[in-house]
């Protein structure tokens, strides 16, 4: 196991409702990305955490927005869901070569 | 062009068959190179990084050609087991320090008894 936790695992929201997901990252990584994997696709990276702050995100719009707590732990907020967002959400910290370390993941069904 | 290509397969193949996926990326700067595996309604799982000089762990070799921007994975002796979507994952440049990943489509393995 990869000690990184999410939660909660699924979850059904209306379009134009928020939504935020949480992730507890493995004991020591400072360093949590957000990816999003629709069905039949790789995840592909929402943002990344460090010491609290955003240092990189990739082709997600401004609705898509996080935050990192001083024990690590994160969130991701998405705010006025669309029927596109439904996907598994996966939380992942980062080992000493890059490589990444995911949680189960929480899917997430946008009616 | 995608960053990443993987053919997505589905891969049939017999118990104890040999099988090799292939991977293109499109930066010639990327860092880091990773191999996932998948299965269904479950997060990726690492299942072994890439070198320049090539690596094996058990029954899985890993080979990457920085010329080429191409990247494979063998899976010899197959097992029931095996059977999962195999990801390939690159570090792009520039990224070095926010760990940004980019994920192949994955390859859909399938052994059969």
């Known amino acids: 196991e990869t000690g990184v936790t999410q939660s909660p695992t699924h979850l059904i929201k209306t379009r134009g409702q928020q939504v935020t997901l949480r992730c507890s990252s493995q004991?020591?990584?400072?360093?949590v990305s957000w990816y999003q994997q629709a069905l039949g696709q790789g995840p592909q990276f929402i943002f990344q955490?460090?010491?609290?702050?955003?240092?990189g995100r990739g082709n997600f719009p401004p609705r898509f927005s996080g935050l990192q707590f001083p024990n690590y732990s994160s969130e991701l907020n998405v705010n006025a869901l669309e029927l596109d967002d439904s996907a598994l959400y996966l939380c992942?910290?980062?080992?000493?070569?890059?490589?990444?370390?995911f949680g189960p993941g929480t899917r997430l069904t946008v009616l | 062009r995608k960053e990443v290509e993987q053919d997505p397969g589905p891969f049939n193949v017999p118990e104890g068959a040999t099988v090799a996926f292939n991977c293109t990326y499109s930066n010639s700067a990327s860092q880091s190179f990773f191999w996932y595996r998948q299965d269904c309604r479950k997060e990726p799982k690492l299942l072994m990084s890439v070198y320049s000089s090539g690596n094996e762990d058990g029954r899985f070799t890993a080979q990457l050609n920085r010329a080429s921007q191409y990247i494979s994975l063998l899976i010899r002796d197959s097992k029931l087991s095996d059977s999962a979507t195999y990801l390939c994952?690159?570090?792009?440049?520039?990224?070095?320090?926010?760990?940004?990943?980019?994920f192949g489509q994955g390859t859909t393995l399938q052994v059969k008894p």
């Open positions: 955490y460090y010491r609290e702050e955003e240092n």
């Open positions: 992942a910290s980062r080992g000493s070569y890059n490589e990444q370390f």
């Open positions: 004991s020591g990584h400072n360093t």
């Open positions: 994952v690159v570090n792009p440049a520039g990224s070095g320090n926010t760990g940004k990943l980019i």
